[in-house]
């Protein structure tokens, strides 16, 4: 019986990638029109033929790996397990299949590649979420394919990466506390943690500096560890008014903490989050946030993937920032008539 030709096949035999072949046999944008023609060509000598039946195209399926670390996995859905769920989905529309691992604390530490990278079939690899350069210089060492960092950057990586806009929309969020009246106004989130913290502290920096007002260092509180390990967030001496914390799962912990010394949510204080995602059940009011727009975020990561999964295009870092939007919900009101006696973290 004769062996079914595949995209695969064809792409070995003209050194190109397979999701060349498929672009260039589906007319597809991308393809130069001699190295279309010669793809064609070849396809033909080989006895190639597509396949239409039940909905099968001309584009064959590609497996991609994905890894998030294991800090961010909790006991309930995180934040990173939306972003992944919402990838599967855009994934399936593009034809490709996702391998997930993830990256334990003791392979991190001991620098153990993902076993999907010794899979041949695999084509790109996606890094949902920060993790240390140590792991991260071992996977490009270690492979050869195509890699994604998404929300997050590493300026000594020569990799593509796909951010919401932490800088301006936590900028927006404290922006919106201040018209609101707000003039003592906390961070909360450990900045050195991860850089979408830092620059989402960044953003908190300039819409006070903008109002001119100045930055109270007993105002930036940490909420994690720098392994990222969720901490006890310590409420300071003198309060402010409003907290602009770096995520709603944050949030949500300074709610439970204000209302455990007898503060009211939004009366007595206002408590921002950022992402507009949280696991039901965590927090007993909805958190004004800055919505992350996870769907554009995971498509352009799929399109710099495949894009890169094609050499003979080049290889271009790129940066690509998606925004978001402000959502206004239960936790943030006026600063006119707070009940904030002494300033103490103790309400009277």
Request: include cysteine; glycine fraction near 6%; hydrophobic fraction near 40%.
């Amino acid at each position: 019986m004769r062996k079914e030709v595949r995209l695969a096949d064809i792409a070995e035999r003209l050194n190109v990638s397979t999701v060349t072949v498929s672009n260039a046999l589906a007319n597809q944008k991308g393809v130069s029109d001699e190295l279309r023609e010669k793809i064609k060509q070849t396809a033909a000598e080989m006895g190639y033929q597509s396949r239409s039946a039940a909905g099968v195209t001309v584009r064959e399926i590609l497996n991609l790996g994905v890894i998030i670390s294991e800090k961010y996995l909790g006991d309930y859905p995180s934040f990173y397990w939306k972003v992944y769920q919402e990838l599967t989905i855009a994934a399936r529309e593009k034809n490709c299949v996702l391998l997930f691992e993830m990256l334990t604390h003791e392979a991190e530490r001991t620098k153990t590649l993902p076993l999907f990278a010794h899979n041949s079939k695999i084509e790109g690899i996606l890094v949902i979420g920060e993790i240390g350069s140590a792991y991260l210089e071992t996977l490009l060492e270690g492979t050869s394919l195509p890699q994604i960092y998404v929300d997050f950057m590493k300026k000594e990586f020569p990799v593509s990466c796909v951010m919401t806009n932490n800088f301006y929309g936590m900028y927006q969020i404290v922006s919106h506390l201040i018209e609101l009246g707000h003039r003592d106004i906390a961070y909360v989130g450990t900045v050195q943690a991860n850089t979408s913290i830092m620059d989402r502290y960044f953003g908190y920096c300039k819409a006070l500096m903008e109002a001119g007002m100045a930055i109270n260092p007993d105002w930036v509180l940490d909420d994690r560890t720098l392994e990222g390990k969720m901490m006890e967030i310590k409420l300071p001496k003198k309060m402010p008014t409003a907290f602009a914390c770096n995520s709603d799962l944050t949030a949500s912990e300074v709610v439970k903490t204000l209302k455990n010394k007898g503060f009211r949510i939004p009366e007595d204080i206002s408590v921002t989050g950022f992402d507009n995602y949280l696991y039901e059940g965590l927090c007993d009011i909805s958190i004004t946030t800055y919505e992350v727009n996870i769907k554009e975020m995971v498509k352009t990561a799929l399109d710099l993937v495949l894009s890169q999964i094609q050499p003979e295009n080049g290889n271009p870092q790129e940066m690509a920032i998606i925004s978001g939007r402000l959502v206004e919900k239960e936790s943030a009101g006026g600063a006119d008539g707070l009940n904030i006696k002494n300033n103490s973290c103790e309400r009277v």
